[in-house]
């Protein structure tokens, strides 16, 4: 029950601003969890979790720390330069949010990986990773 309600509140975070300009609205509302349709339009974005270690403590509270993978995708032919403004916008927009994790005090978002950028095929790729933490 922790993960999908840590995954629904990351997801709600990543849709939350669907204003004119926002990384929501230059992806065209594409967000995916851990896998996008085979012909799926670009750009678009894919997340999935990656490990979620338990945390126990003596007293049994039992706290969240899941790890995340984010990759953006475009086309090549657009050129990274726009794949660049998407990146930048969801870092500004993510990092150090606050996210609302159902049965929980307070989540946040900490990025370990900020961008590593590679070719996919005929997509320009961003991989990111972040940290989700949150306290009972």
Do not use: C, W
Not at 6 to 35: K, M, P
Not at 115 to 135: F, K
């Amino acid at each position: 029950m922790t993960t999908q309600a840590t995954i629904t509140g990351l997801y709600s975070a990543l849709i939350a601003d669907q204003s004119v300009g926002s990384f929501y609205d230059d992806l065209g509302g594409r967000i995916y969890e851990a896998v996008a349709p085979e012909d799926g339009a670009l750009p678009h974005m894919v997340f999935v979790q990656v490990a979620d270690p338990p945390i126990n403590y003596l007293g049994g509270t039992s706290d969240i720390e899941m790890k995340i993978q984010i990759d953006l995708y475009s086309e090549r032919r657009l050129g990274a330069k726009a794949l660049g403004d998407i990146h930048t916008k969801v870092l500004a927009a993510l990092e150090g949010s606050a996210i609302t994790i159902a049965g929980f005090v307070a989540g946040q978002i900490e990025f370990t990986e900020r961008g590593r950028r590679s070719i996919d095929g005929d997509a320009h790729r961003v991989l990111m990773e972040a940290t989700i933490t949150a306290n009972q």
